[in-house]
Nanobody
């Protein structure tokens, strides 16, 4: 059974940091491009950071220089280090795993990040 589970969200003050984790199971994690997305209240889901076919990472302009993704295939885990968080970063953060071989893709249930003083 496939599972994609995000964790690490919470309430943080402006300027603070959080690290999100995304753990995949039930599929061959290393054969999937895995990225982070977010959805703020009343807004569409948007890309935060996702890998490209050339093995680089595309970051949203609003997070570039503050957020960094990293990956540990041995642990089937993708991380999102978020520094200097701002109120506009408040959203539910989702992990998406997309097969590099087929059309399969999986979403997690999301983790809430709230940036407020």
């Amino acid at each position: 059974q496939v599972h994609v589970v995000e964790s690490g969200g919470g309430l943080v003050q402006p300027g603070g940091s959080l690290r999100l984790s995304c753990v995949g199971s039930g599929f061959r994690f290393r054969d999937y491009h895995v990225g982070w997305y977010r959805q703020a209240p009343g807004q569409q889901r948007e890309v935060v950071a996702r890998p490209t076919r050339s093995s680089t990472t595309n970051y949203a302009d609003s997070v570039r220089g503050r957020f960094t993704i990293s990956r540990d295939n041995a642990k089937n885990t993708l991380y999102l280090q978020m520094n200097n968080l701002q109120p506009d970063d408040t959203a539910v953060y989702y992990c998406n795993a997309k097969s590099i071989l087929t059309a399969e893709g999986y979403w997690g249930q999301g983790t809430q990040v709230t940036v407020s003083s």
